[in-house]
């Protein structure tokens, strides 16, 4: 049967057992690299996270803008107005042209285009989008 035995030895009179002032120069450098990629990663997230946000917004203004403009005047129609959270928004319906085969009066159908501007810290970012709507027949 084996015994084993454990000893303790010391190293050389006058050297600690410690870390040396350049290894926890060196120890706190990395750290505070580590933790400055750190905050740029969260930092980046943060503004992504707000421009899509802002996107999103953008995007369902214009949807709604489309949904609210369904049914527009035969002679077509231009609106714009502006938020209150500084989203600028175009709305322009024209007449659609159709072929000369085609049973439905000129202005049945409305090529409607949505736009949206909005000031994103400097840039300036749009979402169009395009649809086709009924037109009505205008009364007065």
């Given amino acids: 049967m084996e015994t084993f035995v454990l000893s303790l030895t010391r190293s050389a009179p006058g050297r600690s057992l410690g870390f040396s002032l350049l290894e926890m120069v060196v120890a706190v450098a990395i750290l505070g690299m580590s933790l400055g990629a750190l905050y740029q990663?969260?930092?980046g997230?943060?503004?992504i996270v707000s421009t899509d946000e802002k996107m999103a917004y953008g995007v369902e203004l214009a949807?709604?803008?489309i949904?609210?403009?369904a049914v527009v005047p035969g002679a077509g129609l231009r609106k714009a107005g502006k938020t209150e959270g500084g989203f600028d928004w175009l709305v322009v319906a024209e007449p659609a042209t159709l072929p000369e085969s085609t049973p439905l009066e000129e202005g049945a159908l409305q090529r409607v285009s949505v736009?949206?501007?909005w000031d994103d810290g400097g840039k300036e970012r749009e979402v169009v989008?395009?649809?086709v709507v009924a037109g009505k027949e205008d009364t007065q």
């Fill in 129 to 131: 989008l395009h649809s």
């Fill in 67 to 69: 949904a609210d403009n």
């Fill in 41 to 43: 990663a969260a930092g």
């Fill in 63 to 65: 949807r709604s803008l």
């Fill in 45 to 47: 997230a943060t503004r």
């Fill in 115 to 117: 736009a949206v501007k």
